[in-house]
């Protein structure tokens, strides 16, 4: 049932009715019966009706942006839930040396790190150490990086504080806040984008709808609420079972459940394999493959594209950690000679594998469920559109419209299609847009202006280099 705020004059005019139904001679318009009892008797019925509707957004949660956020608390609270206040951001930094190491170097867990001052608030952003790592001299040439040329150990990182602010760029961890004998460099090679503030009514509603329809592991809302609850770098979760189209395992696997996940935390790695010949998949180590970074034979550092590809996807265990997700050398490029030792630096998306670890404990097994995490993929667009700006500086305007639309993309969930009425909706919105004309919207690759579908195991993505805004 959908409750109506009732204003004050609607009450009036029913008493009026009422009133004039029993007597019509008295006046309902003016004098005491209006002043005295109606007009005091509707506002207080008015009150009461907007208490009600609003007891009914909290409890119904389909308007929670009209809850005030204590009175959203104490509902989910009945859940023993309660408002996230913020994640820490996660990364792997990479402790470096020139010189093997003639003993054994340990980095203990809790070990501080920080970014330098910025410039503007002469604030620091302090990590610490979540794992303690140890370098073994008599293992000193698995550590050697060929490309630096210097010997590295990668050890997992979190920010002390937590929030949006605490994410930081790539290269800019740099400081140890504390000495350590052995490493005279640290760094990290990617930024950080796990660090969240505090979570929105919208969220925590979602979350307290998944623990309430998942509160069994065994189902599929309680596959999909556990991985939200316990995994802030888990953005979507899309389960696949049954007779859904998008299992492509079930002829193998008895039980079968492929949980498609949206989320990524990105390890480099390096791997050595003896060169096979040419045309032939040389799967890695560790799985899935987000990207390769070089392939090096200890002479030749080979290409992509020219040399090798990149080969993901190509089994029915693909994006998981029982994929073969490998490099393959092609015809007419540069290729080692047969056996030749092979340095292969990429990097894969750990969250699949910790996924994999974690509830593959006893007390989460459940019966009847061959469970299969797998990495959700983007679906890369191409946008391009010429805006016309009516006010303000007309670089700014264009740079908030490309930002706008970036977030607004990178934004959607698993299986979210991209509809050009929703892109120029989020664009109107902007001061100083007068107008927005597409000429692509589009998968990569592809031309033309259309609705982009999206399946339940991908995600819309644009990159900066396939969003552009020209000014008209």
């Avoid at 050697?144 to 040329?149: D, L, P």
């Avoid at 550092?301 to 950690?321: H, K, L, M, R």
Wanted: proline share 4%.
């Amino acid at each position: 049932m959908v409750l109506e705020n009732i204003t004050a004059t609607q009450y009036s005019t029913d008493l009026a009715a009422d009133i004039n139904e029993r007597d019509p001679a008295l006046d309902t318009r003016i004098g005491p019966i209006n002043n005295l009892f109606m007009t005091p008797f509707a506002r207080v019925c008015e009150r009461q009706s907007n208490r009600t509707v609003y007891l009914s957004n909290l409890t119904s949660l389909k308007y929670v942006d009209k809850v005030r956020i204590e009175d959203l608390d104490e509902f989910v609270y009945n859940e023993a839930m309660v408002r996230w206040v913020g994640a820490r951001a996660v990364t792997t930094v990479t402790f470096s040396r020139a010189q093997p190491p003639s003993a054994d170097i340990v980095v203990p867990i809790n070990m501080p790190l920080a970014t330098p001052n910025d410039p503007q608030t002469g604030q620091s952003v302090v990590f610490r150490t979540v794992e303690t790592k140890t370098m073994f001299a008599a293992a000193a040439s698995s550590y050697y990086n060929a490309t630096t040329e210097r010997y590295e150990l990668e050890v997992t990182v979190a920010s002390v504080a937590m929030g949006s602010t605490v994410d930081v760029g790539a290269y800019s961890i740099t400081i140890m806040r504390r000495p350590l004998s052995g490493f005279d460099e640290v760094f990290n090679k990617y930024a950080t984008d796990s660090g969240k503030g505090l979570e929105t009514n919208a969220d925590l509603a979602t979350r307290y709808l998944l623990h309430v329809k998942g509160s069994q592991l065994g189902t599929p809302a309680g596959v999909q609420r556990a991985l939200v609850d316990n995994f802030s770098s888990v953005d979507g979760v899309y389960v696949v079972y049954g007779k859904d189209p998008y299992l492509t395992r079930e002829q193998d696997d008895a039980g079968a459940v492929d949980v498609w996940v949206k989320g990524s935390t990105p390890v480099e790695t390096t791997y050595t394999v003896a060169y096979p010949g040419i045309d032939t998949l040389i799967p890695l180590d560790k799985q899935p493959l987000i990207e390769v970074v070089s392939v090096f034979d200890g002479a030749v550092s080979y290409i992509e594209g020219t040399d090798f590809e990149a080969v993901t996807g190509a089994t029915e265990y693909s994006y998981s950690n029982r994929g073969t997700d490998g490099i393959k050398f092609i015809v007419g490029g540069a290729v080692p000679t047969i056996g030749a030792s092979l340095v292969i630096t990429y990097r894969y998306n750990s969250l699949i594998n910790t996924l994999s670890a974690y509830y593959g404990q006893p007390e989460y097994y459940s019966m009847g469920m061959s469970k299969l995490y797998r990495s959700a993929q983007p679906k890369y667009l191409e946008i391009d559109g010429a805006l016309t700006v009516s006010a303000g500086n007309p670089d700014v305007v264009a740079a908030n419209v490309r930002a706008t639309i970036q977030t607004y993309i990178n934004g959607l969930g698993l299986g979210e299609d991209v509809e050009e009425f929703d892109i120029d909706r989020e664009v109107s919105k902007l001061f100083g847009v007068d107008n927005m004309v597409w000429n692509q919207l589009s998968i990569a690759g592809g031309t033309g202006v259309s609705d982009i579908a999206v399946s339940p195991k991908e995600y819309a993505w644009v990159e900066n280099g396939s969003l552009n805004v020209t000014l008209v």
